[in-house]
């Protein structure tokens, strides 16, 4: 499945796309990079809850995630990351979108992601979509600097839902 808003085009990833989303999270600066091997997996088998933006014909953007196995109502985004000269202009909002609409015939009604404290372009996506939503946004705590082996920020869950289908969203 894909979308088309304005010059964006946004589709599910194929292995061929693997390679640009590590590019894409490697240039980002921000988030931590997966191995490449790791991101051509998630094309092969997690293309269903992922999606890669283009405009003009050149990759811009990402979403990676997956369907909690103990919770099929919820999914999880790992990774989004947008292109630097990209930024502000709806992208990952339209990616978030696109995600949700394409997963909501299964059921998905809550969406899951973890966020450090000073990430606020990160912050702001994830408030914005719950708004755009109607939903609840919920924080809380879920890995501490301690938990990891590396020196990593914290990380918060934020829980957004219950998310309402498109159809029965009232316009803005
Ligand atoms: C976070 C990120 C994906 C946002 O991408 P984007 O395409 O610029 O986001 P959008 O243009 O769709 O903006 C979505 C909302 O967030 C807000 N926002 C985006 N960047 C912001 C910033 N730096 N400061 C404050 N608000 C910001 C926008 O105003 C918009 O809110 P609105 O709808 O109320 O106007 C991008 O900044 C990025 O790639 N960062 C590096 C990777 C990263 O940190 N990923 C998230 C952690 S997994």
Redesign the pocket.
Same mark, same amino acid.
């Given at each position: 499945m894909s979308g088309e808003t304005h010059d964006i085009h946004i589709a599910e990833p194929s292995t061929s796309d693997g390679s640009e989303l590590w590019r894409i999270a490697r240039d =980002?600066r921000? &988030?931590d990079l997966n191995s490449s091997y790791a991101y051509l997996l998630w094309c092969r088998d997690f293309a269903d809850t992922s999606a890669i933006a283009w405009r003009a014909g050149r990759p811009v953007?990402f979403v990676i995630g997956f369907v909690r196995p103990t919770e099929p109502e919820t999914v999880v985004v790992w @990774? %989004?990351?947008?292109d630097g000269d @990209? $930024?502000? &202009?709806?992208?990952?909002? $339209?990616l978030l979108d696109h995600l949700l609409d394409r997963l909501a015939p299964r059921g998905v009604r809550h969406l899951e992601?973890t %966020?450090s404290p000073g990430?606020?372009? =990160?912050i702001? &996506?994830f408030q914005?979509l719950a $708004?755009r939503r109607g939903a609840d946004l919920r924080r809380a705590g879920l890995f501490a600097p301690a938990h990891f082996p590396d020196d990593h920020e914290a990380e918060d869950l934020y829980r957004i839902g219950p998310l309402v289908p498109a159809r029965e969203r009232v316009p803005a």
């Amino acid at each position: 499945m894909s979308g088309e808003t304005h010059d964006i085009h946004i589709a599910e990833p194929s292995t061929s796309d693997g390679s640009e989303l590590w590019r894409i999270a490697r240039d =980002s600066r921000t &988030l931590d990079l997966n191995s490449s091997y790791a991101y051509l997996l998630w094309c092969r088998d997690f293309a269903d809850t992922s999606a890669i933006a283009w405009r003009a014909g050149r990759p811009v953007g990402f979403v990676i995630g997956f369907v909690r196995p103990t919770e099929p109502e919820t999914v999880v985004v790992w @990774q %989004i990351a947008v292109d630097g000269d @990209q $930024r502000g &202009l709806g992208v990952a909002g $339209r990616l978030l979108d696109h995600l949700l609409d394409r997963l909501a015939p299964r059921g998905v009604r809550h969406l899951e992601t973890t %966020i450090s404290p000073g990430n606020d372009a =990160s912050i702001a &996506l994830f408030q914005a979509l719950a $708004r755009r939503r109607g939903a609840d946004l919920r924080r809380a705590g879920l890995f501490a600097p301690a938990h990891f082996p590396d020196d990593h920020e914290a990380e918060d869950l934020y829980r957004i839902g219950p998310l309402v289908p498109a159809r029965e969203r009232v316009p803005a």
